[in-house]
């Protein structure tokens, strides 16, 4: 009888010794999850940890944080668990559509018992913020621009579940002209708008005394054509190009001239390219216009001079004298050649001044309410919008 129950008590101290190490090994286990080391060894240890700094970042109303750390937590391990408290996450962003994907993703696999309630709680709550919004999908261009819509602002595309309703959609990028559309959103159903923004900028316009004919002009190593019939004036067509800085280079011959100018967003810059042509040919041709306009205007003195002296030969008054006209042709002899001087002078000996005038400057958008930041109200033609349901 004592032998048997020594034995008893032998084999049950065995089988506690093989148990041991197994109650070990499961408690080592548990302290390294829920400690979380940051220098966690194993992937499911690592997504562990992202795990429990995403629901800290859910408590505090930080959806878009948590979103980024549970996809790398999934990265390193496609738990359940972990996929479920992202599309919570996206459904408070009203991501609705991506939150759906990962319900539907996991109600297909092998969902643990304890995660079956929550799986269907959330397929529940993503019905009920379905029933009462609709989706709205804004696409931009250029991508780099920033959609604001019910304060939220959101760079690159917006894509989210809105009330339903009329909301105001603004666009803004970095120079382009800001975008403002109107959404009309219904329930459970999706509205789509498209907003390709126009850049801002402002008009060159190049003025050459002299004549365009035999000029060359280029604005950034881009030659500006110059239109037929153009090259007989001083001044192109305008080109409207982006702001910022140009670089403006007449040429002629030999001879170049060249601007660097800063064009202000809707300025009108007027660049002057002075002394393009020949110096000594333009100054003959306008000291002969000169000396012809004088020429011309001593004839016309000289013939009123002997009109008066004819006046004064005969006694009578200048209404009695009627057989000469030398009093309408002395005179107009006289205005045609001052006229004919002073225009040579002015267009051919005239030094032109060099100087880029100044543009008018932008005029600031008014602030537009429902945003968090300030964003400038556009014109009309601001955006071009392509609509569709």
């Known amino acids: 009888m004592f032998v048997q129950s020594r034995r008893r008590d032998q084999e049950q101290h ?74 919570h996450a996206l459904r408070r962003l009203y991501r609705l559509d991506q939150a759906q994907e990962i319900v ?45 819509v019910l304060g939220e602002q959101v760079k690159g595309g917006y894509d989210r579940w809105v009330p339903i309703g009329k909301h105001r959609v603004e666009i803004l990028a970095t120079g382009y002209k800001p975008g403002v559309e109107t959404a009309v959103v219904e329930a459970g159903a999706e509205a789509r708008l498209t907003v390709r923004l126009m ?53 002629a011959g030999t001879k170049q001239v060249e601007h660097s100018v800063t064009l202000e967003a809707d ?31 001593g004839y016309g003195a000289w013939g009123l001079g002997s009109y008066i002296v004819e006046l004064q030969d005969v006694g009578v008054t200048v209404g009695e004298v009627k057989s000469t006209n030398k009093h309408y042709g002395g005179a107009l002899y006289l205005v045609s050649g001052l006229a004919a001087g002073f225009a040579s002078y002015w267009f051919l000996l005239r030094d032109a001044a060099a100087t880029p005038a100044k543009g008018r400057p932008a005029t600031a958008g008014a602030t537009s309410p429902g945003t968090t930041t300030p964003m400038a109200h556009a014109d009309d033609q601001a955006a071009t919008p392509d609509r569709g349901t």
């Open 14 to 87: 065995r089988a506690s010794s093989a148990r041991r190490p197994v109650c070990v090994a499961l408690v080592a286990v548990a302290l390294i999850m829920t400690a979380a080391p940051a220098s966690a060894a194993t992937p499911q240890e690592r997504a562990y940890s992202l795990f429990q700094s995403a629901r800290e970042q859910v408590d505090a109303g930080h959806f878009d944080e948590a979103v980024v750390l549970l996809e790398e937590a999934i990265g390193y391990f496609r738990h359940p668990g972990i996929m479920l408290l992202k599309a």
């Open 199 to 251: 850049r801002q900028g402002g008009t060159i316009a190049v003025d050459v005394p002299g004549g365009l004919r035999g000029v060359t002009i280029r604005i950034d190593d881009e030659a500006l054509p110059i239109p037929d019939g153009g090259e007989a004036g001083d001044r192109t067509s305008r080109v409207r190009l982006e702001i910022g800085p140009h670089r403006v280079r007449c040429t």
């Open 267 to 297: 300025a009108a810059l007027v660049v002057v390219c002075a002394d393009m042509h020949d110096a000594v040919g333009l100054t003959a041709v306008g000291w002969s216009g000169v000396a012809a306009g004088l020429a011309v205007a």
């Open 104 to 148: 539907d993703e996991v109600a297909a696999g092998t969902v643990p018992r304890a995660l079956r309630k929550t799986l269907a709680e959330e397929g529940e709550k993503l019905a009920e913020a379905k029933a009462l919004r609709g989706r709205l999908r804004v696409t931009v261009e250029p991508e780099t621009a920033v959609v604001a």
